[in-house]
T-cell receptor, first 115, second 108 residues
Framework: DAGVIQSPRHEVTEMGQEVTLRCKPI?????LFWYRQTMMRGLELLIY????????DSGMPEDRFSAKMPNASFSTLKIQPSEPRDSAVYFC?????????????FGPGTRLTVT | GQQVMQIPQYQHVQEGEDFTTYCNSS?????IQWYKQRPGGHPVFLIQ?????EVKKQKRLTFQFGEAKKNSSLHITATQTTDVGTYFCAGGSYIPTFGRGTSLIVHP
């Protein structure tokens, strides 16, 4: 298996622009997570999907952030409009969660820089 | 909400020395997971502990889950330069809560 795939790997954009990050989870996994990692705040869970349904989006910073999972093999995280403080590495992770077993497989991440 | 505290934040060691990182929670955890992130990389799952007092080993790495299931530790014996990275614990129920991680720096 190719693992979790994220694109783009790097994104540089200007403040105010729309940014869309993409994720393809591991085939057969039923859960998908979006994280943001910064030096200041560490690894933050933004949103969690189970069977393509958003279960917990309490970590989404504000209305500028939105996430979708139209099918089991694709998810997007959109920031509109982007701001410099959104600069971070965004990770997507997938898992086959059963009971309390929820081992997560992370993608390589998207490094976002907003100028 | 549930919080998972991890100490120390950084640890410098000479190659060959031992290293330990600790993870503590204010609430009982159903399980604890450990991940390693190399510099510039992504977190990679190492292990999961479920049972009270459980101890698991992976070569030079020893993982422990406390009797009360509120704390955990990762011990590395005789560190090598390949051990460099940030070690995260993640505890909780269905959705693990990640600690801030301990960054291990190994000096050759």
């Amino acid at each position: 298996d190719a693992g979790v795939i994220q694109s783009p790997r790097h994104e540089v954009t200007e403040m105010g622009q729309e940014v869309t990050l993409r994720c393809k989870p591991i085939s057969g996994h039923n859960s998908l997570f979006w994280y943001r990692q910064t030096m200041m705040r560490g690894l933050e869970l933004l949103i969690y999907f189970n069977n393509n349904v958003p279960i917990d989006d309490s970590g989404m910073p504000e209305d500028r952030f939105s996430a979708k999972m139209p099918n089991a093999s694709f998810s997007t995280l959109k920031i509109q409009p982007s701001e410099p403080r959104d600069s971070a590495v965004y990770f997507c992770a997938s898992s086959l969660c059963t009971g309390f077993e929820c081992e997560q497989y992370f993608g390589p991440g998207t490094r976002l820089t907003v100028t | 909400g549930q919080q998972v505290m991890q100490i120390p934040q950084y640890q410098h060691v000479q190659e060959g020395e031992d290293f330990t990182t600790y993870c503590n929670s204010s609430t009982t955890l159903s399980n604890i997971q450990w991940y390693k992130q190399r510099p510039g990389g992504h977190p990679v799952f190492l292990i999961q502990l479920v049972k009270s007092g459980e101890v698991k080993k992976q070569k030079r790495l020893t993982f422990q889950f406390g009797e009360a299931k509120k704390n955990s530790s990762l011990h590395i014996t005789a560190t090598q330069t390949t051990d460099v990275g940030t070690y995260f614990c993640a505890g909780g129920s269905y959705i693990p809560t990640f600690g801030r991680g301990t960054s291990l720096i190994v000096h050759p």
